[in-house]
């Protein structure tokens, strides 16, 4: 398994503005995933960060709006850009090997 | 129709029951099943996968997939008020992304 640790845990913005997630993993992995999960409701995969390469984004997702950054092997970070209401969630970092995902601890985003 | 159905819930049981979790999928291609749990606000743990068909057993937990139904369950033995947690399944094929259901929301009353 692995140890994820996200920064910050939680955090309440102002509509318009930005804000950078941190995701820490305590090994070398390569691929990373940022997930997005809405009061009530599942996980959504918003993007997959493999180190020296451009993220890959799913459906209905854009890097203008989330770009992220992958400059090693154990850390990754997501911007949730121009923030609205709409994107209050919380955002997960994931790592996975074979049939496997572990996950952070979350990063509960409200926007004002 | 969604590729993965579960119910929301919330399940409430008292404490000692038998619980049992259920998704269905339409999927056919499906290959690896997993089960998370996910106590309010943490990240999703993983408890256990499954490939295939089949029973996998892990103490209290047993995963059971049907891929003629296209049906998976999750039982829990003697629950206890600690597994109180939203459980999630996730399913995927071979080199594909995850897909998940919406979480059931697990009550163990003392």
């Known amino acids: 398994s692995a140890v994820i640790s996200q920064k910050p845990s939680r955090d309440i913005c102002q509509r318009g503005t930005s804000l950078t997630i941190q995701c820490q993993v305590d090994?070398?992995?390569?691929?990373m995933f940022w997930y997005r999960q809405q009061p009530g409701q599942s996980l959504t995969l918003i993007a997959t960060a493999n180190q020296g390469s451009e993220a890959t984004y799913e459906s209905g997702f854009v890097i203008d709006k989330f770009p992220i950054s992958r400059p090693n092997l154990t850390f990754s970070t997501l911007t949730v850009s121009n923030m609205s209401p709409e994107d209050s969630s919380i955002y997960l970092c994931?790592?996975?090997?074979?049939?496997?995902?572990?996950f952070g601890p979350g990063t509960r985003l409200t926007v004002l | 129709q969604k590729e993965v159905e579960q119910d929301p819930g919330p399940l409430s049981v008292p404490e000692g029951a038998i619980v049992s979790l259920n998704c269905t999928y339409s999927n056919s291609a499906f290959q690896y099943f997993m089960w998370y749990r996910q106590y309010s606000r943490k990240g999703p743990e993983l408890l256990m996968y499954t490939y295939s068909s089949g029973n996998k057993e892990d103490g209290r937990f047993t995963a059971q997939v049907d891929k003629s139904s296209k049906y998976i369950s999750l039982f829990i033995r003697d629950s206890q008020p600690s597994d109180s947690a939203t459980y999630l399944c996730?399913?995927?094929?071979?080199?594909?992304?995850?897909?998940w259901g919406a979480g059931t929301k697990l009550i163990i009353k003392p």
């Open positions: 994931s790592v996975g090997s074979g049939p496997e995902q572990f």
């Open positions: 090994s070398q992995v390569t691929m």
């Open positions: 996730a399913m995927r094929e071979r080199n594909y992304q995850l897909i």
